[in-house]
C-alpha cells in the first residue's frame, strides 16, 4: 500500500523552526517529484517546494525562498522540509505529494499521491 505519511507540524512563534518529514512507503520515493504544497483558511492550495527525480534540484516559491529548505534522504524514504524564520502568514496545512510526472506534481496539482497534510501554526 503506498502511503505519504507527514509529520513535524505544531505550534511555533514568529521567528522559529520547524522540520517537516515526508515519510513514503509502498514506493520508492527518489524516483519520484516530490512537492510541499500548503493550504491556508479560505485559500487556495499552493506549491511551496519541490525536489526532482531526475537530477534533484531544487524550486522555491518567492514566498519561502531563503527561509525553507527542501532536501531528500533516500535511505530513509524520506523528504524533509526544514522552515526557518516563521512568519504568521505561514500557518497552514502543509503536504507533500508525488508523482513521476513533474508537471501532473506542479502545475496540474493532480499528483499521484498526497499525503494527509500536517498543520503549522505561527503564531505568539
Known amino acids: 500500500q503506498v502511503q505519504l505519511v507527514e509529520s513535524g507540524g505544531g505550534l511555533v512563534q514568529p521567528g522559529g523552526s520547524l522540520r517537516l518529514s515526508c515519510a513514503g512507503s509502498g514506493f520508492t520515493m527518489d524516483s519520484y517529484n516530490i512537492g510541499w504544497f500548503r493550504q491556508a483558511p479560505g485559500k487556495e492550495r499552493e506549491g511551496i517546494s519541490r525536489i526532482s527525480s531526475a537530477d534533484g534540484k531544487t524550486y522555491y516559491a518567492d514566498s519561502v525562498k531563503g527561509r525553507f529548505t527542501i532536501s531528500r534522504d533516500n535511505a530513509k524514504n524520506t523528504v524533509y522540509l526544514q522552515m526557518n524564520s516563521l512568519k504568521p502568514e505561514d500557518t497552514a496545512v502543509y503536504y507533500c505529494?508525488?508523482?513521476?510526472?513533474?508537471?501532473?506534481?506542479?502545475?496540474?496539482?493532480?499528483?499521484?499521491?498526497w499525503g494527509q497534510g500536517t498543520q503549522v501554526t505561527v503564531s505568539s
Open positions: 505529494a508525488a508523482d513521476e510526472r513533474l508537471f501532473r506534481l506542479w502545475v496540474l496539482k493532480r499528483p499521484v499521491y
